[in-house]
């Protein structure tokens, strides 16, 4: 049996450009969050742990609706299962916690990087349906 993290994450698009985030010791660049602690809900959970490794507060909006699974990008073994909100930040995010690196990213720029599961696969396609993101063009 496969064992399941929750986790919730940010959206965040300004201008066509996702932002994402790489943890120190990674390779794979995914969206914010992190594991909502006992007693929190989600919202709140996602709140705080965008001010611990952005440091800055963030205003958030719809859920996106779906199933966001897939396998953890590093923890062998672990799927993740995912909530999305979309959200804005109310300030210039900067480097902390674990976060080794942040990029705002067009779709264009996805194909050449390196991508956590989950937001490589249903993710992307949510974001790119839900009219946030441009799906990449395919010739």
Known sequence: ???????????????ERLLVVRKRGT???MLPGGKPEVGESPEQALRREID???????TLGAELAGDFSAPAA?????????RIWTGQLEATPAIAAEI??????TAADA??????????????????????????AVA
């Open 74 to 82: 590093n923890e062998p073994g672990y799927t993740v299962q995912a």
């Open 111 to 136: 194909a050449g990087l390196c991508l956590a599961p989950l937001l490589s696969g249903k993710t992307w396609t949510a974001l790119a349906r839900a009219g946030l993101m441009p799906q990449l």
């Open 100 to 105: 080794a690196e942040l990029r705002w990213i």
């Open 27 to 29: 390779t794979a660049f």
């Open 52 to 58: 611990e490794e952005l440091g800055c507060p963030l």
């Open 1 to 15: 049996m496969t064992k399941v993290i929750r986790v919730v994450c940010a959206a965040i698009i300004e201008q």
